[in-house]
């Protein structure tokens, strides 16, 4: 089967002021996958997630997804992005924000309404559409979060820490959701992550350190190239090896 | 239609915040209404000690509304001004009369010395002239008569820089509220979010403006009608001028609220800039004469927005100038305008290259 890439990175360099966030990443990302990115905080990760978004623009190299040169506003409605920090306008309700995220992409009154419904009822929020964002837990506004970036049901979906703040078992069911989403409808979703357990569920792990991809591939293939058994350990000894 | 969504999101939020709504329609009424009472408030009658006073002065002094106590005999006059609360105190002795004046408040101190050497000189003129054997009739009638191109002898000062209140109270609350509206956006991270959907930079100004330039039109009215219907402020010329003028300069405050809020960290910062920008505004538009100042100062002014609407304002609501007259401020505003919302354009850039 010719598998399509949906986004290829090329020697990307990002800096800000004099510190070099990123050095010379390179890698491609395959349709129907799902990507992780792992890494300790101030590894690089969410500056990568946020220029294959085009919210910021590389120093070097470029960025393609679906075959488009990122910037690119069209690319965007294909697109659902969840940052690391809840984005959400406190004084609306649940479904308010929904319903104005909903807006800004190209969808008709009824189809609005259906993925306000699903987006609502797969994180388990539904019962909580009309309270107020204020009102909200922290792990209710994270699974708003992740409603919203799967509003406009978008092919590729990037996800800046989602699991954060979320118990156990609404976790798991993110993760099956995921899972299905990809199964089911092909889409490429790329996560950050420092849990290692989430990192298992990963098809395909890129570990950030420093700036640089230190180690690339399956879970399977990484534990098997460091003899280990657990990404913790994958992790440790590639970062030495980097050293 | 992602600006109706985004007009729609904005006038909610701020609906549901009813402090924001109350400090946008009542506060500026309340600051006018307070204004309006602090200036409009009757003088008081200055209080003068005399002795050996001419009845007939005294009797011209009560009719100025100068309250006179007679003193017998005094030992320490500046003690007695002190002790007895006097404004002023006028001693006659033999030929020479002196005026001692307390001057706490300077503007008392000037009025009331004005008044007793206007009565003197007035009285010591008939006195001549009635040693020479004029007929003092002619004199008894003012020589002559005051006429006023703008006001009349009611005019107060108030009345003067009302109009100048009213622009600066649509400007500085507009200014304030979109400015931290824009803001509260920056640093909750959702101006961010935003920028990762496939809204245009231009969509987002422009949604803020007409989103905050409606709730500021509503505010707009709202000022005006009661400045001019409930306060009674002063209004020759057309309202609908008045109202045209405060809606540019709700647009202009508008713009540079938004514009200054991407230099802005957080609300304490957006506030920082009320003393930066502003208070000096109020110093150059007009409430204190800028022909009275310095060359490189009057310059400074011409680049306040404020001094362009208070000159409209003053013109149209005092003077009674028509649309065509005030046009060019008109101009200068709106070009005040386009040139803050081009700069908005390019501070969105930050967020989002594209």
Not at chain 1, 74 to 79: A, D, G, M, R, S
Request: charged share 20%.
């Amino acid at each position: 089967m010719e598998e399509t890439t949906t986004i290829q990175v090329q020697a990307v360099t990002k800096s800000f002021g004099k510190k070099v966030v990123l050095k010379d990443i390179n890698f491609d990302i395959k349709e129907g996958r799902i990507y992780g990115f792992i890494g300790p905080s101030g590894a690089g990760k969410t500056t990568l997630v946020k220029m294959m978004v085009g919210m910021d623009i590389p120093d070097k190299g470029s960025i393609y997804l679906l075959g488009e040169k990122m910037p690119n506003l069209n690319i965007l409605q294909q697109i659902g992005y969840m940052a690391q920090s809840d984005a959400l306008y406190t004084a609306l309700t649940g479904k308010e924000n929904l319903m104005f995220f909903a807006s800004l992409f190209k969808l008709d009154k009824s189809e609005k309404q259906k993925r306000i419904a699903y987006a609502a009822e797969l994180v388990n929020l539904t019962a909580d559409l009309n309270k107020r964002v204020a009102a909200y837990s922290g792990g209710m506004k994270r699974r708003l979060s992740l409603a919203i970036a799967l509003i406009q049901n978008p092919q590729i979906l990037i996800l800046d820490e989602p699991t954060v703040g979320i118990d156990p078992e609404l976790r798991l069911s993110i993760w099956n959701e995921l899972v299905r989403l990809k199964n089911e409808e092909g889409k490429t979703i790329i996560v950050t992550t420092h849990i290692m357990d989430e990192a298992e569920k990963c098809d395909y792990i890129a570990m950030v350190r420093d700036g640089s991809l230190i180690a690339t591939g399956t879970p399977r293939q990484l534990k098997d190239q460091y003899a280990v058994n657990s990404l913790d350990e994958v992790f440790l000894g590639a970062g030495r090896q980097a050293q | 239609m992602r600006i109706v969504a985004l007009v729609k999101r904005i006038l909610l939020q701020i609906f549901r915040d009813k402090r924001t709504l109350a400090l946008l329609f009542v506060a500026p009424l309340l600051v006018l209404t307070l204004m309006n009472l602090v200036f409009n408030g009757n003088t008081v009658s200055p209080v003068l000690g005399v002795t050996n006073g001419d009845p007939q002065i005294i009797k011209k002094l009560n009719d100025e509304d100068i309250i006179v106590l007679d003193y017998d005999k005094v030992s320490n006059i500046n003690e007695t001004i002190v002790d007895n609360n006097l404004d002023g105190f006028l001693q006659v002795e033999d030929d020479k009369t002196t005026l001692i004046l307390l001057n706490d408040d300077p503007t008392i101190a000037k009025s009331l010395e004005m008044k007793v050497k206007q009565i003197y000189s007035k009285e010591t003129q008939l006195k001549l002239m009635e040693s020479i054997g004029m007929q003092s009739q002619l004199l008894s009638q003012d020589s002559m008569e005051t006429s006023y191109i703008y006001g009349s002898s009611e005019t107060e000062l108030f009345d003067t820089f009302s109009p100048i209140l009213v622009g600066f109270f649509v400007f500085f609350f507009v200014f304030l509220i979109s400015g931290i509206g824009l803001l509260s956006e920056r640093t909750t991270g959702t101006l961010e979010r935003l920028m990762a959907t496939p809204i245009k930079r231009g969509e987002i100004v422009t949604g803020y403006l007409i989103g905050y330039g409606l709730l500021a039109l509503i505010q707009t009215v709202i000022i005006v009608l009661y400045a001019i219907h409930v306060l009674d402020m002063v209004l020759v010329g057309s309202i609908w001028n008045v109202i045209l003028i405060n809606i540019i300069v709700a647009l202009v405050a508008l713009s540079l609220g938004i514009l200054l809020s991407s230099f802005a960290s957080s609300e304490f910062q957006m506030v920082q800039f009320i003393p930066l920008i502003i208070v000096p505004q109020v110093f150059f538009s007009g409430i204190f004469s800028i022909e009275g100042m310095a060359d490189w100062l009057q310059v400074f002014a011409k680049l306040m927005p404020l001094y362009y609407a208070a000159d409209a304002l003053k013109g149209v609501m005092y003077q009674g100038l028509g649309l065509s007259d005030i046009s060019s401020n008109l101009y200068i505003l709106l070009a005040f305008a386009i040139v803050f919302i081009v700069l908005n354009l390019f501070a969105l850039k930050k967020y989002r290259k594209l």
